[in-house]
């Protein structure tokens, strides 16, 4: 769908040429839809706002706490604990060819590369802050004071198109 501004109302547009010759979609789709924005913005906010009523609050709480991310989740700590691993694998394989004759002073730059790797990836991982979770309360105490459904009412449109793209809104 593309948005279009008119007269001061966005409306998105479907035209039935931009799908794909010979689809089954073509059947039943008129030849162009014209949706107005501000149809669809007032029952998404509602939607989003009742995720935080008080008949699923819990549920929402529940699926904030789980989707937190942790230091396992983290993708950086995850490339720097890679590094760690490819370094030790390494040094593990130089030690092997040593150990089937391979002259120690062959492999002393390529030993010490892989072992400044090694501590180089630790000494950031165990420098990097904290990942502070938030808890049940402050999650619950946070819900509480936004007043969720006048924060989505005066929200910021671009603010709004985050939000959305961030819950992977689409309209169909």
């Known amino acids: 769908m593309q948005a279009e501004l008119v007269r001061d109302a966005v409306y998105y547009r479907c035209r039935a040429k931009t799908i794909a010759p010979g689809s089954p979609l073509l059947h039943d789709h008129p030849r162009t839809v014209n949706l107005r924005e501000d149809i669809v913005i007032g029952p998404i906010d509602r939607w989003i706002a009742s995720l935080f009523d008080r008949h699923h609050r819990e549920t929402t709480i529940a699926a904030l706490l789980a989707t937190q ?7 950086h700590r995850q490339r720097l604990r890679k590094r760690i691993t490819d370094a030790e694998a390494r040094l593990t394989r130089h030690l092997a060819a040593i150990e089937a004759g391979v002259d120690p002073q062959a492999l002393v730059t390529a030993m010490n590369t892989a072992q400044a790797d090694k501590a180089a990836a630790h000494a950031e991982l165990k420098n990097l802050p904290t990942i ?41």
């Open 69 to 75: 991310h942790t230091d396992d989740t983290d993708t």
């Open 132 to 172: 502070e979770r938030l808890t049940e309360t402050e999650i619950r105490k946070l819900i509480e004071s936004l007043g969720i459904r006048a924060v989505l009412a005066a929200g910021n449109p671009s603010h709004k198109i985050q939000l959305y793209t961030a819950l992977d809104l689409q309209v169909r």
